[in-house]
């Protein structure tokens, strides 16, 4: 074997580590990403649902204040 052939084998070695880490690298970015997507649209669905909520709570609210004044009179 020649010198030839040993750098043309560490080479390919090195090529294939360093692709192996740039895809990792770039599958951990991407998941990251998506995460912080999910996470984002998760809460913009709970806020939307406590907002619901609290509409409810006070169409709820004034509507028992209206029971109770006509049970007043």
Known sequence: M???QVWTVLGVTAGLF???IGTTIT???WNRTES???????Q????ANLLAI???MKDFHGRLC???????K
């Open 44 to 47: 913009s669905s709970l806020n």
């Open 66 to 72: 209206a029971i109770e004044e006509r049970n007043r």
């Open 27 to 29: 599958m951990f970015v």
């Open 36 to 42: 912080r997507n999910d996470f984002r649209n998760l």
């Open 54 to 56: 609290r509409d409810e």
């Open 2 to 4: 020649d010198w030839t």
């Open 18 to 20: 360093l692709a192996s």
